[in-house]
């Protein structure tokens, strides 16, 4: 038995999405698995405070699962950290404060690194700065996509055999709506009788926003957009496009949807649209499927890795094709019931109960050299 740290810092995350949703399933799946280590969540002195709105029980290790304890995790103030864990998995792609004996990273992108046009540039700098270190220190690098380790191998010679992909999970949801609840509830968003394209993500550059505006522009005036998430690096110029192009009766920005509110809002969709550019894994794909409703997504990076034969793929590039793409798959209504099938099948495939056991493995191949 070894004591394995893990940076929980984003755990306690006010507005939790990807990587906050990935630290806070894989722990608390890790709380469930049998007692091979014990761990400490690591917080930032920053978050330390926050840690009771998601703090896994300590269990003896006789109780059923594995002991948790809580840590600060802040540099300078301790030192004293390395010297009590084995190893310390990275949760955020960037290397801890300390070195520790042995280091496990998880890397979702590199964006900051190929993106150009995707964040700042002092973002760019900094994070693609973390982004190298950690991957060098780490003695394995997890990703959750196929697609991220061939940019790992790419652009920072990281070596194959170094990197384990190990996909993220979903959750299965708790309660399902019947068709007039959906109705109604999609009536509550876009109006009577409309169609709800949903999107659910940053409003940002590498999402590919605009892009999809375009694309609702070709579509008949009953089609309605819905683009939950806060706003992120480009946003400004979507609001413009969404004023200037006299979008605004067509499309809801609610900005940020808590996790608690979005069910209902995914089941209300009539599609789920997610063009973006650039993901290293993209949850909101496999959460539309597990609601029952069809995506059409972007067929580049990771996205048909994460969809396979569930999803209906655009060039992210070609509006007029995601326009169409978003068409077929209201319109058609065999295609439409054969996608809902075939997504709710695919999403079977994908648990955090998977992701946990493939991390310990991870874990215990690292400890062992």
Avoid at 18 to 28: F, H, K, P, T
Avoid at 73 to 91: D, G, I, K, R, V
Avoid at 305 to 313: F, I, K, P
Wanted: hydrophobic share 40%; charged share 20%; net charge neutral.
């Amino acid at each position: 038995m070894a004591c394995i740290a893990l940076d929980a810092t984003y755990t306690v995350d006010p507005e939790p999405s990807g990587v906050a949703v990935y630290s806070r399933r894989l722990i608390e799946a890790l709380s469930l698995t049998n007692p091979r280590h014990r761990f400490l969540l690591c917080y930032r002195l920053s978050r330390l405070g926050q840690r009771k709105t998601f703090l896994c029980p300590a269990k003896p290790s006789g109780a059923g699962g594995p002991c948790f304890s809580i840590r600060m995790y802040q540099e300078h103030l301790t030192f004293w950290l390395p010297w009590q864990a084995s190893l310390f998995h990275s949760l955020a792609q960037r290397p801890p404060a300390f070195h520790f004996k042995k280091e496990v990273v998880t890397v979702f992108d590199i964006f900051p690194i190929t993106g150009r046009d995707y964040s700042a540039p002092d973002f760019q700098r900094k994070f693609a700065a973390l982004l190298r270190e950690a991957v060098a220190r780490a003695a394995r690098v997890i990703t959750l996509s196929e697609y991220t380790a061939g940019q790992l191998v790419a652009h920072l010679q990281t070596p194959r055999e170094k990197i384990s992909v190990i996909p993220g999970g979903v959750d299965i949801p708790a309660n399902v709506m019947s068709e007039a609840e959906r109705d109604q509830e999609r009536e509550r968003w876009v109006g009577q009788g409309n169609e709800m394209i949903l999107s659910v993500g940053v409003l940002q550059t590498r999402k590919n926003t605009i892009n999809a505006l375009r694309a609702l522009q070709s579509l008949p005036p009953n089609y309605r957009m819905v683009w939950a998430g806060g706003n992120g690096h480009g946003s400004d110029a979507i609001h413009d496009f969404i004023r200037k192009e006299g979008l605004a009766s067509r499309v809801v920005t609610p900005g940020y949807v808590a996790p608690d509110r979005l069910p209902a809002l995914y089941q209300a969709a009539s599609v789920f649209l997610f063009p973006s550019f650039e993901e290293g894994f993209g949850f909101p794909v496999l959460e539309a499927m597990t609601h029952g409703i069809p995506v059409v997504a972007a067929n580049t990076s990771s996205l048909p890795e994460v969809g396979g034969d569930a999803a209906l793929y655009a060039d992210p590039h070609d509006p007029a094709q995601i326009a169409a793409q978003t068409r077929r798959v209201v319109e058609d209504v065999p295609l439409r019931e054969n996608m809902i099938g075939s997504g709710l099948s695919r999403v079977r495939e994908f648990s955090w109960s998977k992701t946990a056991e493939a991390t310990l493995k991870v874990y215990d191949e690292v400890l062992a050299r």
